[in-house]
């Protein structure tokens, strides 16, 4: 049984993770920063820097979200950015922030499932995700759903939360996790459900070595996952 953010509620996942990010929106931003001390932004572009030597003309960001990572791909200097999501709450934010820095005209915001997205085959020259993957409904549906949209010697970059496996910061990151980031993720955002259900599905993400075999299934070759920072977060990079 997949974790749902709402126990007490009817819905599949995709529905129920929608219904979280349009509630936690106004707030995601601010929290994403302040509970990773502002790393994740290093996370993002050490991803990218993976990139840089092919160059991407035209990139799909799949779970945009607030568009953090689409607008880290500007650095490519990329013709064009599409970034997808099922989110209207998050994609408005993220609308607002790419018409303040003046790039709308590069990076396009959609409403979109990660899992059937609206694009022809072999289209992208790369596809990112950051901190996303892990609310697909079904993740080899999503993943090789990404791998058809990209062309032929494009790569993926996917960036995900992975469980730090070396005492002792394996125990510290765990009692954070479980206790520290609810309460002040509840408390910011208003949210009872949405900062209990980020350790949780974090937990049951297959992570490492697992996820490698789920996206070489999708059909990706010349795989590979980099650990970053202790193993809080991993990237993972695939090619078509």
């Keep these: 049984m997949s974790v749902v953010p709402y126990k007490d509620k009817e819905g599949s996942k995709r529905e129920q993770v929608a219904e979280?990010?349009?509630?936690?929106s106004p707030k995601y931003d601010f929290l994403n920063h302040l509970l990773s001390g502002g790393i994740d932004?290093?996370?993002?572009?050490?991803?990218?820097?993976?990139?840089?030597?092919?160059?991407?003309?035209?990139i799909l960001?799949?779970?945009?979200?607030?568009?953090?990572?689409?607008?880290?791909a500007l650095a490519l200097k990329p013709e064009?950015?599409?970034?997808?999501?099922?989110?209207?709450?998050m994609l408005e934010v993220g609308r607002q922030k790419i018409q303040k820095i003046g790039k709308q005209h590069i990076i396009e915001l959609r409403?979109?499932?990660?899992?059937?997205?609206?694009?022809?085959?072999n289209y992208f020259d790369a596809v990112i995700v950051s901190f996303g993957v892990?609310?697909?409904?079904?993740?080899?549906?999503?993943?090789?759903?990404?791998?058809?949209?990209?062309r032929p010697g494009g790569t993926c970059v996917v960036v995900e939360f992975s469980k730090p496996k070396s005492f002792p910061f394996k125990q510290v990151y765990n009692f954070y996790f479980k206790h520290i980031l609810p309460l002040i993720g509840k408390m910011v955002s208003k949210d009872t459900s949405a900062y209990t259900y980020l350790p949780e599905s974090v937990q049951?993400?297959?992570?490492?070595?697992?996820?490698?075999?789920?996206?070489?299934?999708?059909?990706?070759?010349?795989?590979k996952c980099i650990p970053l920072t202790f193993?809080?977060?991993s990237i993972y990079v695939g090619r078509k």
Excluded: H
């Excluded at 979280?20 to 936690?24: A, G, L």
């Excluded at 932004?41 to 035209?58: F, M, N, S, V």
């Excluded at 960001?61 to 880290?72: H, K, P, V, W």
């Excluded at 064009?80 to 709450?89: A, F, L, P, Q, R």
């Design 20 to 24: 979280m990010f349009d509630t936690i």
């Design 111 to 121: 409403s979109g499932d990660s899992e059937s997205l609206p694009f022809a085959d």
């Design 134 to 150: 892990r609310n697909f409904e079904n993740l080899l549906a999503g993943l090789t759903d990404m791998q058809r949209v990209m």
């Design 204 to 223: 049951a993400f297959p992570d490492g070595d697992d996820f490698l075999s789920i996206y070489q299934k999708a059909g990706f070759i010349n795989t």
């Design 41 to 58: 932004i290093y996370w993002r572009k050490r991803a990218i820097k993976l990139l840089r030597k092919e160059q991407p003309k035209i």
């Design 61 to 72: 960001d799949i779970a945009t979200g607030t568009g953090d990572f689409a607008i880290e």
């Design 80 to 89: 064009k950015i599409v970034g997808v999501d099922i989110s209207e709450g």
């Design 231 to 233: 193993g809080i977060c």
